[in-house]
Protein backbone atom coordinates (compact mmCIF):
# COMPACT_ATOMS: atom_id res chain seq x y z
CA UNK A 1 0.00 0.00 0.00
CA UNK A 2 1.36 3.22 -1.48
CA UNK A 3 1.20 6.95 0.40
CA UNK A 4 -1.03 7.90 -2.42
CA UNK A 5 -3.99 5.08 -1.49
CA UNK A 6 -3.25 5.43 2.60
CA UNK A 7 -6.97 5.86 3.68
CA UNK A 8 -7.76 9.63 5.43
CA UNK A 9 -8.57 7.09 8.22
CA UNK A 10 -7.20 3.58 8.24
CA UNK A 11 -8.49 0.27 9.38
CA UNK A 12 -5.99 -1.42 11.60
CA UNK A 13 -5.30 -3.50 9.03
CA UNK A 14 -4.41 -1.13 6.70
CA UNK A 15 -2.66 0.82 9.08
CA UNK A 16 -0.03 -2.32 9.91
CA UNK A 17 0.22 -3.12 6.17
CA UNK A 18 1.01 0.21 5.38
CA UNK A 19 3.76 0.46 8.08
CA UNK A 20 4.69 -2.78 7.86
CA UNK A 21 5.88 -1.68 4.07
CA UNK A 22 7.32 1.19 5.00
CA UNK A 23 9.53 0.16 8.41
CA UNK A 24 10.00 -3.75 6.84
CA UNK A 25 8.70 -5.70 9.61
CA UNK A 26 5.44 -6.71 11.18
CA UNK A 27 3.01 -4.39 12.96
CA UNK A 28 -0.09 -5.03 15.70
CA UNK A 29 -3.10 -3.36 16.82
CA UNK A 30 -0.55 -3.62 20.39
CA UNK A 31 2.67 -2.12 18.35
CA UNK A 32 0.82 0.58 16.70
CA UNK A 33 -0.54 1.79 20.32
CA UNK A 34 3.00 1.46 22.14
CA UNK A 35 4.38 3.70 19.51
CA UNK A 36 1.97 6.69 20.63
CA UNK A 37 -0.78 6.51 17.67
CA UNK A 38 -4.18 7.50 18.84
CA UNK A 39 -6.59 5.82 17.49
CA UNK A 40 -10.25 7.13 16.65
CA UNK A 41 -13.79 5.91 16.65
CA UNK A 42 -16.85 7.62 14.48
CA UNK A 43 -19.68 8.53 16.80
CA UNK A 44 -22.68 8.68 15.58
CA UNK A 45 -24.77 11.64 16.74
CA UNK A 46 -26.59 10.69 20.20
CA UNK A 47 -29.47 13.07 21.34
CA UNK A 48 -28.87 11.66 24.56
CA UNK A 49 -25.10 13.05 25.08
CA UNK A 50 -26.28 16.63 23.23
CA UNK A 51 -23.01 18.25 25.45
CA UNK A 52 -20.65 15.57 23.48
CA UNK A 53 -21.69 16.69 19.95
CA UNK A 54 -23.04 20.20 19.79
CA UNK A 55 -23.47 21.07 16.43
CA UNK A 56 -21.78 17.88 14.79
CA UNK A 57 -25.39 16.28 14.22
CA UNK A 58 -23.96 13.87 11.78
CA UNK A 59 -21.47 12.85 13.85
CA UNK A 60 -17.65 13.45 14.40
CA UNK A 61 -14.26 11.06 15.33
CA UNK A 62 -14.10 10.54 19.05
CA UNK A 63 -10.43 10.02 19.73
CA UNK A 64 -9.15 6.85 22.27
CA UNK A 65 -6.19 8.35 24.08
CA UNK A 66 -6.85 7.33 27.94
CA UNK A 67 -4.37 5.54 29.64
CA UNK A 68 -7.21 2.82 30.60
CA UNK A 69 -8.52 2.98 27.94
CA UNK A 70 -5.30 2.18 25.39
CA UNK A 71 -4.11 -0.20 28.08
CA UNK A 72 -6.89 -2.33 27.44
CA UNK A 73 -6.52 -2.53 23.88
CA UNK A 74 -2.88 -3.13 24.00
CA UNK A 75 -3.49 -6.03 25.95
CA UNK A 76 -5.82 -8.17 23.86
CA UNK A 77 -9.35 -6.87 24.94
CA UNK A 78 -12.05 -8.24 22.33
CA UNK A 79 -13.73 -4.97 21.79
CA UNK A 80 -13.11 -1.14 22.63
CA UNK A 81 -14.26 0.51 25.64
CA UNK A 82 -14.41 4.47 25.84
CA UNK A 83 -14.19 5.60 28.95
CA UNK A 84 -12.87 9.53 28.02
CA UNK A 85 -12.36 11.12 25.09
CA UNK A 86 -13.33 14.94 23.59
CA UNK A 87 -16.02 16.45 22.63
CA UNK A 88 -16.74 17.22 19.50
CA UNK A 89 -15.19 20.93 20.24
CA UNK A 90 -11.89 18.75 20.49
CA UNK A 91 -12.74 19.35 24.68
CA UNK A 92 -12.09 16.21 27.30
CA UNK A 93 -14.56 14.77 27.92
CA UNK A 94 -15.38 11.80 30.29
CA UNK A 95 -18.16 9.72 29.24
CA UNK A 96 -21.17 8.21 31.25
CA UNK A 97 -20.25 4.73 33.12
CA UNK A 98 -19.45 2.41 32.42
CA UNK A 99 -18.34 3.90 28.77
CA UNK A 100 -19.12 3.66 25.17
CA UNK A 101 -18.18 0.25 23.40
CA UNK A 102 -17.49 -0.44 19.79
CA UNK A 103 -16.50 -3.34 17.92
CA UNK A 104 -12.39 -3.81 17.27
CA UNK A 105 -12.93 -2.75 13.51
CA UNK A 106 -14.36 0.72 14.29
CA UNK A 107 -10.66 1.45 15.36
CA UNK A 108 -9.37 4.15 12.60
CA UNK A 109 -6.12 5.44 12.37
CA UNK A 110 -5.23 8.99 11.06
CA UNK A 111 -3.35 8.93 7.67
CA UNK A 112 -1.48 12.39 8.87
CA UNK A 113 -0.19 9.84 12.32
CA UNK A 114 0.83 7.24 10.17
CA UNK A 115 3.09 8.75 8.42
CA UNK A 116 4.49 11.56 11.05
CA UNK A 117 5.34 7.47 13.01
CA UNK A 118 6.85 5.89 9.20
CA UNK A 119 9.21 9.33 9.13
CA UNK A 120 9.72 9.62 12.72
CA UNK A 121 11.23 5.86 12.74
CA UNK A 122 13.19 6.49 9.36
CA UNK A 123 14.87 8.87 10.77
CA UNK A 124 15.97 7.04 13.74
CA UNK A 125 17.10 4.39 11.90
CA UNK A 126 19.48 6.31 9.73
CA UNK A 127 22.73 4.19 9.94
CA UNK A 128 25.70 6.42 12.23
CA UNK A 129 28.01 7.51 10.69
CA UNK A 130 31.72 6.14 11.15
CA UNK A 131 33.44 6.63 14.17
CA UNK A 132 35.34 9.94 13.72
CA UNK A 133 33.86 11.57 10.38
CA UNK A 134 33.34 15.01 10.63
CA UNK A 135 34.86 14.83 14.29
CA UNK A 136 35.43 18.58 13.69
CA UNK A 137 31.51 20.06 13.92
CA UNK A 138 29.20 18.43 16.86
CA UNK A 139 26.68 19.46 14.63
CA UNK A 140 24.03 16.62 13.39
CA UNK A 141 25.06 14.74 10.08
CA UNK A 142 22.14 14.14 8.99
CA UNK A 143 19.68 16.40 7.11
CA UNK A 144 17.48 16.33 4.06
CA UNK A 145 19.10 16.91 0.85
CA UNK A 146 18.72 18.94 -2.63
CA UNK A 147 15.58 17.10 -4.09
CA UNK A 148 13.56 16.84 -0.90
CA UNK A 149 14.64 20.36 -0.33
CA UNK A 150 13.19 21.37 -3.62
CA UNK A 151 9.87 19.45 -3.25
CA UNK A 152 9.53 21.12 0.02
CA UNK A 153 9.88 24.59 -0.30
CA UNK A 154 10.53 25.03 -3.87
CA UNK A 155 6.89 25.65 -4.80
CA UNK A 156 7.06 29.36 -2.79
CA UNK A 157 10.13 30.81 -2.69
CA UNK A 158 10.82 33.57 -5.26
CA UNK A 159 14.67 32.77 -5.82
CA UNK A 160 16.27 29.74 -8.30
CA UNK A 161 16.58 27.62 -5.24
CA UNK A 162 18.67 24.75 -6.70
CA UNK A 163 21.07 27.31 -8.05
CA UNK A 164 20.95 28.83 -4.32
CA UNK A 165 21.71 25.34 -3.15
CA UNK A 166 24.50 24.26 -5.70
CA UNK A 167 26.25 27.99 -4.63
CA UNK A 168 26.06 27.33 -1.15
CA UNK A 169 26.43 30.76 0.48
CA UNK A 170 24.82 32.56 3.05
CA UNK A 171 21.41 30.72 4.61
CA UNK A 172 22.26 27.52 2.15
CA UNK A 173 25.96 27.36 3.12
CA UNK A 174 28.00 25.82 6.05
CA UNK A 175 27.38 28.62 7.92
CA UNK A 176 23.69 28.56 7.79
CA UNK A 177 21.27 25.19 7.19
CA UNK A 178 23.52 23.23 4.74
CA UNK A 179 24.89 20.52 7.96
CA UNK A 180 28.63 21.04 8.29
CA UNK A 181 31.19 18.57 6.25
CA UNK A 182 28.25 17.03 4.72
CA UNK A 183 29.42 18.33 1.14
CA UNK A 184 33.07 17.44 1.63
CA UNK A 185 33.60 14.84 -0.84
CA UNK A 186 31.08 15.48 -2.98
CA UNK A 187 27.95 17.86 -3.42
CA UNK A 188 25.88 15.38 -3.93
CA UNK A 189 26.39 14.50 -0.68
CA UNK A 190 25.44 17.80 1.21
CA UNK A 191 22.60 17.81 3.10
CA UNK A 192 20.11 20.63 4.90
CA UNK A 193 18.90 21.29 8.30
CA UNK A 194 15.42 21.36 7.53
CA UNK A 195 14.18 23.84 10.14
CA UNK A 196 17.20 26.13 10.09
CA UNK A 197 16.63 26.34 6.24
CA UNK A 198 12.75 27.13 6.96
CA UNK A 199 13.26 29.58 9.40
CA UNK A 200 16.62 31.20 7.12
CA UNK A 201 13.80 31.53 4.63
CA UNK A 202 11.17 33.55 6.18
CA UNK A 203 13.96 35.63 8.23
CA UNK A 204 16.15 36.45 5.04
CA UNK A 205 13.67 35.93 2.22
CA UNK A 206 10.18 36.97 3.97
CA UNK A 207 8.73 33.69 2.72
CA UNK A 208 5.70 33.35 5.18
CA UNK A 209 5.56 31.09 7.27
CA UNK A 210 1.44 29.67 6.62
CA UNK A 211 3.30 27.91 3.85
CA UNK A 212 6.48 26.98 5.58
CA UNK A 213 4.53 25.35 8.52
CA UNK A 214 2.28 23.16 5.90
CA UNK A 215 5.42 22.12 4.14
CA UNK A 216 6.24 20.47 7.36
CA UNK A 217 2.64 18.24 7.73
CA UNK A 218 2.86 17.61 3.72
CA UNK A 219 6.10 15.64 3.13
CA UNK A 220 6.71 12.33 5.01
CA UNK A 221 10.54 13.30 4.85
CA UNK A 222 9.72 16.16 7.32
CA UNK A 223 7.49 14.55 9.61
CA UNK A 224 10.66 13.70 11.97
CA UNK A 225 11.42 17.21 12.05
CA UNK A 226 7.78 18.76 12.60
CA UNK A 227 8.81 18.93 16.27
CA UNK A 228 11.83 20.51 15.98
CA UNK A 229 10.35 22.97 13.79
CA UNK A 230 7.03 23.96 16.05
CA UNK A 231 9.64 24.22 19.28
CA UNK A 232 11.90 26.44 17.20
CA UNK A 233 8.76 28.79 16.24
CA UNK A 234 7.34 28.83 20.14
CA UNK A 235 10.49 29.66 21.35
CA UNK A 236 10.91 32.61 18.90
CA UNK A 237 7.13 33.64 19.72
CA UNK A 238 5.87 32.76 16.18
Not at 23 to 37: D, I, K, M, V
Not at 132 to 149: F, L, M, N, R, W
Not at 215 to 230: Q, T
Request: net charge neutral; aromatic share 10%; hydrophobic share 40%.
Amino acid sequence: MSDTVLPFRATTDEACAWLARQTGSPWTLARLLENGLKPVIWLDYDAAYPELFGDANGGYAAPIFFQDDIARLVAGSDDVLITFTKDAYQLPARLPAPGFRRSLDELRFPKKDLQRLAGKLKHENRPTPPQGEAASTSESQYGIGKAEVLTAFSAFVRLDLARELDTALGIFGDDGARVKASARKSKRNAVWNPVTLALGLHDVYRVPLGPLKRAFKAHDFLYAWENDWEESLRLLGK
